[in-house]
Each structure stands twice: as C-alpha cells, then as structure tokens.
C-alpha cells in the first residue's frame, strides 16, 4: 500500500485560508439566525440575499488560495462560481420578493405600494404613472372620500411633491416636476 501524498501549505497561506474559511463560516451562519429572528418573510429575504454571499465570497477565497498553492498555478476557475453566485442570488431574491408581493397583494395584505425608482432618480426619463398605479385606478370603484382618505391623500400629495423637489434638484432645468423642461 503506497500512502497518499502529502501537501503542506506554507504557515501565512494556512493562517490565511482558515481565517477566510472561519469569517466565511460566521458570515454564513449570521445570515442563517436572521432568517429565524427576523418575523416577515419580507424582512426574511435580506438576511440570505446580502450576508450570505459575502460568506460564500470569503470561503471562495480561502479555496482559490488553498488551491492555487496546491497546484502550484492560479486556480483562477473558482472565480467562475463566485461570479455564477453574484448574479443568480439577487434575481433569484427579486422574483421571491416580486411573487410574495404580488400574493400579499392579491389577499389584500398592507404592503408598501410600488414606487417608480426611475421617476426620483431621472425625472425625464419615468413614464407619468406606474403601471401599478393605473392597474389600481382601473380596479377601484368610486367611493365616497372618507376623512381617512382626505388625510391618505395629503400625505400623497406631500409625497408628489417632495419627489419633485428631488427631481428639481437632480435636474435644475425641469420647471413644474413634471419631468418636462419648461
């Protein structure tokens, strides 16, 4: 029976590899407690989407380096699988997010409605509604304003009205907010 080879890493290479295998180990396992921590599922999406990548990040690391002087050459292929996480994670995350909005929608749950992120960061550029707020035009019917609505109003209005601020200020030659140069 022949023995099967040994390697040996230099002491900084393995002081350098357990210590990414370790905070990616932590990293990992904090985003795991807030998963059981935190009470909604909308609050529970963030811990695995933003932590855990950096923990599979860190353990990447340690596997390219451990790797790269076991061989003797760049294991440089590893990247590829860091490189497939970083993308498929958040967009996994969007469409979890997107289908768990649009069923607490339907079972008409209290959830923030949608905001325009083009219209506050390029005014021009946002069309003048969203597509979720003429879909709400056309399902509600028309009813008697209440004082409750009268004050849900208001504070739309003070809303519109701070996001044109904000479109005045990015854009210093759109006059009325609207997005169009006077």
């Given at each position: 029976m ?33 998963v ?50 970083a ?85 210093p ?10």
């Amino acid at each position: 029976m022949s023995a099967a080879p040994t390697f040996l890493l230099p002491l900084w290479a393995e002081i350098l590899v357990a210590f990414f295998a370790i905070c990616g180990g932590l990293i990992s396992l904090l985003g795991a407690s807030g998963v059981l921590r935190l009470q909604t599922f909308f609050a529970r999406i963030h811990a695995p989407a933003l932590i855990t990548t950096g923990g599979v990040w860190c353990l990447m690391l340690a596997t390219i380096i451990y790797f790269s002087f076991q061989t003797g050459k760049p294991a440089i292929n590893i990247l590829l699988l860091g490189l497939f996480i970083a993308i498929t994670s958040p967009v996994t995350t969007i469409f979890l997010m997107r289908a768990a909005l649009f069923r607490s929608r339907q079972k008409g749950e209290n959830v923030p409605r949608s905001v325009n992120m083009l219209q506050l960061a390029v005014p021009r550029m946002a069309p003048e509604k969203d597509d979720d707020e003429q879909d709400e035009e056309q399902e509600k019917p028309q009813a008697k304003p209440t004082q409750a609505s009268n004050a849900t109003d208001a504070e739309e209005e003070k809303l519109d009205q701070l996001v044109e601020n904000i479109g005045a200020v990015q854009d210093p030659e759109a006059k009325d907010g609207s997005g169009k140069a006077a």
